[in-house]
């Protein structure tokens, strides 16, 4: 399963499915693209495009798009024959044109995420980096650092939005002790901890909502948690693991907050979505009779509170 927190300063967006052989327009030059595979997850339309924030498509791929903190080094002059995107275009275009993880390795060279010089629409500096994985377990993280655009194994399976992955990666070494398998870049897929367990003598994770803060508790407190035996135990892990990085909603401090959370199951289909009043989760499966509908679906969200009356017995 892969989970995340979407912060923002208003919820924009919400649950949505894209069809195969839909239409859409980049708005980087108006070239006109076609989906080849359908996915489910959160997004919206926006013109002529569908903007996805995450999901999974009909493979069983999930991508995730962050926020990327004075990371990204976007391509000013077009290269002939490459694909040219404007960076937020790219969680889309991954989910509806590749099977996997693999897949997206193979072909990532023939993508360039452009900046605005020439773009039809301006749409500034748009930094972000991506998450991956897929039902055999491999996650990674994409990164437009370099060019062709970097992409970093993960099997910790943790990601934020600050840049230097390697860095952060070093930084928690003070908080748990990792196996030597995760030194050596060995780890087996679907290893569910990459740390020994001995926590004798380091740090307590810090408790501050800052990127670097966040990705310490999440990676400390996934390693500590009980292992599922099922998808609704790991989307019940994912949820509680998501709890303490979850950012309350705090105006007159920061504008920003956690909007929504999601999380998908690879292997099911299964796409998990909260929004930050409602208490309720709502499921939306990726089923082969939706993967036939032909046009796309925007599914309304309750962002209230709501509560279920208790009933009495006897």
Sequence with gaps: MLARTMDWPHLGAKPMFCPRQYHWHSVFDDHEYVTKYALIGSGGQHGRRIDASDGVN?????????????????????????????????????????????DIIDHLHEIELMADKHSLMKYGHSELHFAACDP???????????HPIEVIDNPLGVLTNSNHFERQ??????????????????????????????????????????????????????????????????????????????????????????VYRAAVCCESRNYYYQSYHAKSVL????????????????????????????????
């Design 169 to 258: 990666i070093n930084k928690l070494e003070k908080y748990v002790d990792f196996t030597s398998a995760f030194r050596n870049g060995t780890v087996p897929l679907n290893t569910p901890r990459v740390t020994t367990g001995n926590v004798s003598g380091k740090a307590i994770p810090p408790g501050s909502y800052s990127p670097g803060s966040r990705f310490i508790r999440a990676a400390y407190l996934k390693e500590r948690i009980d292992l599922p035996e099922n998808e609704i135990e790991a989307f019940d892990n994912c949820w509680h693991l998501l709890d303490s990085v979850n950012v309350p909603k705090s105006s007159a401090h920061q504008p920003t907050y956690s």
């Design 283 to 314: 499921k939306i499966q990726l089923t082969d009779e939706l993967i036939r509908r032909t046009k796309p679906i925007f599914y309304e969200v309750r962002d209230e509170v709501n509560f279920e009356c208790a009933k009495q017995n006897g």
């Design 58 to 102: 009909e493979f069983g791929l999930a991508v995730q798009k962050l926020t990327f903190t004075n990371g990204s080094q976007l391509v000013t002059e077009p290269t002939a024959g490459r694909i040219h995107l404007a960076p937020f275009e790219l969680s889309f275009y991954l989910l509806t044109n590749f099977k996997s993880v693999q």
């Design 136 to 146: 055999t377990g491999r996650i990674v993280v994409i990164e437009p650092v370099t």
